[in-house]
């Protein structure tokens, strides 16, 4: 009997331990950690690995003209084909804070600290939303802030989100767009006005980077399907519309990002047969061969003799090297200024194995647990989920028998659709603990707490702060004093 009043005993804390975590305050915390963590290393590292220079490159280029579409000429060497490419939105609104912290700091590191710092605030308002929109499909608080405490705590989002790339505002329109698709299931498709928004975020997604343009249409026409109908006899039904107020701005937006995805995409398709078409289509060979990722390639083409695929020597490169290799980069962070080496670290000894364990894990508490949740929101997530992956796959696949090289493959692709995954897990974890046990806060107090426990071997900023040398710091960082602090806590820690 004592014993189960002591278990009793600790069932009540977990209680309240679970409605801390469900608090407005445990979430400010998980943000400002976020971000201050982000913002360290932003204030600190040299150039990002992460193709930092060529992302500041191509900002630059916009800065110096009003218009939306670049040339490829000899203003932009070495950037590839930034004329035709849809994936431009991300360069062209960064020109315009460029255009005025340059004019102000000059073009040195204050310059790119301020625009790191940008994209810190895009990523950590986007893990703000994906928290709302989780919300619309379960009203748990605790559930949607430890998703977001756990995928703010994975070792490479700090890192990306304190790099200038294309990710960090396709993570922010990402999440509205999956707000948007939830907010069109919620109201069982016949909201006019939410199926507006879902369809311009889903352009202005799509604008940012070329790789979300199947998850969005796969997403329309899951919603079509599913809701179409719906949509179909409201407005045929003529019911009293929507205040006009509500209207204005998603329609605007949607006229404006749809009048680019036609202009870039679908123009491109017609001309040159494909939507995002490679470099040597678009312009002469010359150009191309200044950019490296297009000179890489040709110097394999020459070098390499073509492999025959098969599907056993397919699955055994999505097990063996391709998925493995993913979760690896869950921890790769690093520098490389221009014309020099690279300089990176996985972690610890413990960090990968402790990622490649957790990716499993989450992945089957996902695919077995997440049946919980109801299907008409489940579907969204795997759907979105299971076309990028076998897009980037089939990718990076027909890539190795071209090439003879595995290549191209990161986890920061995933992460716009990672917060689905991980809830996924932790409401079919914590649904099924209420349904099974007599003691569930307890139990899910303690796995939050072992979850902690690991982050301790690299989670949030401590892989970034164990690997760091002297060199990785910029001469100019207004933090390094942090930066050797933290240093010395994560060699103590890891």
């Not at 630059?60 to 060497?77: G, I, M």
């Not at 004019?103 to 040195?108: I, L, N």
């Not at 016949?190 to 311009?200: G, N, R, T």
């Not at 006229?255 to 678009?282: K, M, Q």
Request: charged share 15%.
């Amino acid at each position: 009997m004592r014993g189960t009043a002591i278990l009793d005993r600790f069932e009540l804390m977990g209680r309240g331990f679970t409605r801390f975590i469900g608090s407005g305050w445990f979430l400010t915390i998980v943000l400002a950690l976020f971000a201050g963590s982000s913002a360290l290393i932003a204030m600190s590292m040299k150039m990002s690995h992460y193709d930092e220079w060529w992302h500041l490159d191509i900002i630059r280029a916009y800065a110096t003209q009003w218009s939306p579409r670049l040339d490829n000429d000899e203003v932009v060497p070495g950037m590839g084909d930034v004329q035709f490419t849809g994936s431009f939105l991300f360069h062209y609104l960064s020109s315009f804070p460029y255009r005025v912290i340059e004019a102000v700091a000059g073009d040195g590191f204050l310059t790119r600290m301020l625009m790191r710092l940008g994209g810190v605030a895009l990523v950590t308002g986007g893990l703000f939303i994906y928290r709302q929109a989780l919300l619309l499909i379960l009203p748990s608080k605790a559930i949607a802030n430890t998703v977001v405490g756990a995928f703010a705590g994975l070792p490479l989002m700090s890192f990306v989100a304190a790099t200038v790339n294309y990710d960090n505002l396709l993570f922010l329109l990402s999440s509205l767009v999956f707000y948007g698709a939830f907010k069109v299931i919620r109201t069982d498709g016949v909201s006019l006005v939410w199926w507006i928004w879902f369809s311009a975020l889903g352009c202005f997604a799509s604008l940012t980077k070329f790789s979300f343009v199947p998850v969005f249409a796969a997403l329309f026409v899951y919603l079509a399907i599913r809701y179409g109908a719906a949509i179909i006899r409201v407005v045929r039904s003529r019911p009293v519309t929507p205040p006009l107020r509500q209207l204005v701005a998603p329609v605007a937006l949607f006229v404006i990002g749809a009048f680019f995805v036609v202009t870039r995409y679908v123009a491109n398709l017609i001309r040159f047969g494909h939507p995002d078409p490679s470099c040597e289509i678009v312009a002469d060979e010359a150009y191309c061969a200044e950019y490296v990722v297009w000179a890489r390639n040709q110097e394999f083409l020459a070098t390499f003799e073509p492999l025959e695929g098969s599907f056993g020597h397919m699955l055994t490169v999505l097990v063996d090297g391709w998925f493995r290799g993913t979760t690896q980069t869950l921890s790769w962070v690093g520098v490389r200024e221009p014309g020099f080496e690279y300089l990176d670290s996985y972690g610890s000894a413990l960090t990968r194995p402790l990622l490649f364990i957790t990716t499993v894990v989450v992945v089957a508490f996902a695919i077995v647990l997440g049946h919980a949740i109801s299907e008409r929101f489940r579907a969204p997530i795997m759907i979105a989920l299971g076309i990028h992956a076998v897009a980037l796959f089939y990718l990076n696949y027909t890539n190795l028998l071209k090439y003879g090289l595995l290549f191209a493959y990161n986890a920061r692709y995933f992460f716009p659709f990672v917060p689905g995954l991980l809830f996924l897990a932790v409401a079919g974890v914590a649904i099924a603990l209420l349904r099974t046990t007599r003691r569930p806060h307890l139990i899910a107090a303690s796995l939050f707490m072992f979850a902690l426990l690991l982050m301790t071997q690299g989670g949030g900023p401590l892989t970034y702060l164990f690997a760091a040398t002297p060199e990785w710091i910029h001469e100019d960082s207004p933090v390094t004093f942090l930066v050797e602090w933290g240093m010395r806590l994560a060699h103590w820690l890891m």
